[in-house]
């Protein structure tokens, strides 16, 4: 039975709760479905008819998907930890599930691998176990190993200078488990501060990172709404905001952490008793929803880019991050789906599809992304709606309207050519919110009618997008 739609539940409180019920993980129970069969070993060397190893990014779709293995849910710094243990669900039998469920629903595809400070250092034998599963996935799929500072949540907790000297040690311990010539490509951070990523740039010799949580406010530990939701160069200046010229440009490909219902992540945090993450992550969709209605929101996120959104941009992109400790309930059923309805989808790592993208474009100048959503009826995707993205290196403007014949509002006006400034100490929030956010959090964000907008402003967006017209 599904519970109330004032259901509510932060990543973290999800946890609190899975550590609960790790006896019925172990038998194969999934918390929020029947008893399972654990499967029996299957050959991950399964072919596939899709392209591995494109060359461009366009006329491709792609997918990629990222693991987290932790000892505790948010390790704040190397000494200290908030939430629960993990140890319990971060084993070797559950790391092995997971892979043959990513192989059973994308055979061929490869995976992104994040381990934390103390899953890189703590030497029980069940993490010795798992640092050798992980080395040996690289060698037989071709995962990337890599390593993920503070539990999404770094610079929260920690200095800049900190955060820098966490990515340089992780790093090495992350390389060192594959072996003496291995290097990742990429970073899984959740949110990272423009200093760090530009020390990964320039002392790291790393050029991608998933490093901003689009939309993310008033869930978990960080606030970081104002980015744009596909790969752009980062500004010195802020971390949310593209570079406007080259010398403002930080050469590390910024990457979303996870591909959200446009709709439901206009809210702050879980305005009307909706969660404004809903998309392809399994907490908000299948865990809240179940395994039917949660694949339907699943797969309704992923049409909005590989549908419209692929003919609008040329290319696109669907990114989810799925750690071990939530199991692998679901995790194939949605892979299986998205091959079957994109039979040329590319599942590959995230530092492989960073660096594609990093290759195509050398900065930010000729982005010009756009997105088209009607909502699922499911949670916070109002059937009743449509909402409109143009997200560029200038300004990110959202249009939306009662469908089918409400006026279209603006709902989020960001002009990315206007100062920005990062905190200077420890906070939560680190939000780039412009002249008008989509979260309605302050007066200002009252939604207004296009040409309500100053002349300005209204002047830029068509020079940018000369061919827009309005609903």
């Not at 311990?173 to 020390?199: H, K, M, T, W």
């Not at 679901?330 to 995230?350: K, M």
């Not at 492989?352 to 100048?365: A, D, I, K, P, V």
Request: proline share 5%.
């Amino acid at each position: 039975m599904r519970k109330s739609r004032n259901w509510r539940c932060s990543r973290r409180e999800f946890f609190s709760t899975l550590t609960k019920c790790v006896p019925s993980l172990a038998l194969g129970k999934g918390v929020f479905g029947s008893a399972q069969k654990i499967p029996g070993p299957v050959s991950y060397q399964g072919s596939s008819d899709r392209p591995i190893n494109p060359s461009t990014l366009w006329k491709n779709r792609f997918l990629t998907v990222a693991t987290v293995i932790r000892v505790n849910q948010i390790e704040a710094t190397r000494t200290k930890s908030l939430g629960q243990d993990e140890k319990a669900l971060n084993t070797p039998e559950n790391v092995e599930a997971f892979r043959k469920a990513f192989a059973r629903g994308w055979p061929g595809g490869r995976l992104t691998w994040a381990l934390s400070w103390l899953a890189l250092n703590n030497q029980s034998e069940p993490y010795k176990a798992v640092r050798k599963l992980v080395a040996e996935y690289h060698a037989r799929f071709g995962d990337e190993v890599t390593f993920i500072p503070g539990g999404y949540f770094a610079n929260v907790y920690n200095s800049r200078q900190q955060v820098n000297r966490d990515l340089h040690d992780g790093l090495a311990l992350a390389s060192a488990i594959v072996g003496p010539e291995y290097r990742p490509d990429c970073v899984v951070a959740g949110f990272l501060a423009a200093e760090n990523l530009q020390f990964l740039a320039e002392e790291e010799d790393i050029h991608v990172c998933q490093g901003n949580i689009w939309s993310q406010y008033g869930i978990d530990n960080l606030d970081d709404d104002g980015s744009i939701s596909y790969p752009y160069y980062p500004s010195k200046e802020d971390s949310l905001k593209p570079a406007q010229s080259h010398a403002d440009l930080i050469d590390c490909v910024d990457l979303d952490g996870w591909t959200c219902d446009f709709l439901a992540a206009r809210r702050p945090g879980f305005a009307g008793g909706f969660n404004s993450r809903m998309g392809v992550g399994p907490i908000e969709t299948i865990h809240r929803y179940g395994l039917k209605e949660g694949l339907r929101e699943m797969l309704h996120t992923t049409a909005i880019h590989f549908d419209q959104g692929f003919d609008l941009n040329g290319f696109a992109w669907v990114t989810n991050i799925w750690e071990v400790s939530i199991g692998s309930y679901g995790l194939a059923e949605w892979l299986s789906a998205v091959r079957r309805r994109w039979p040329d989808t590319c599942c590959v790592t995230h530092g492989e599809f960073g660096l594609l993208w990093r290759r195509q474009f050398r900065s930010n100048s000729r982005l010009n992304y756009r997105f088209v959503e009607r909502g699922s009826g499911i949670g916070g995707s109002d059937v009743d709606k449509e909402i409109r993205w143009l997200m560029n290196q200038q300004f990110r403007l959202a249009l939306l309207r009662k469908i089918p014949h409400g006026q279209e509002r603006v709902i989020d006006f960001t002009n990315y050519g206007l100062p920005a400034h990062e905190p200077k100490g420890l906070t939560r929030d680190w939000c780039l919110m412009g002249e008008i956010n989509q979260k309605e959090t302050r007066p200002q964000d009252t939604p207004k009618p296009f040409s309500e907008l100053p002349a300005e402003d209204r002047r830029m967006i068509f020079e940018k997008c000369p061919d827009l017209h309005f609903r």
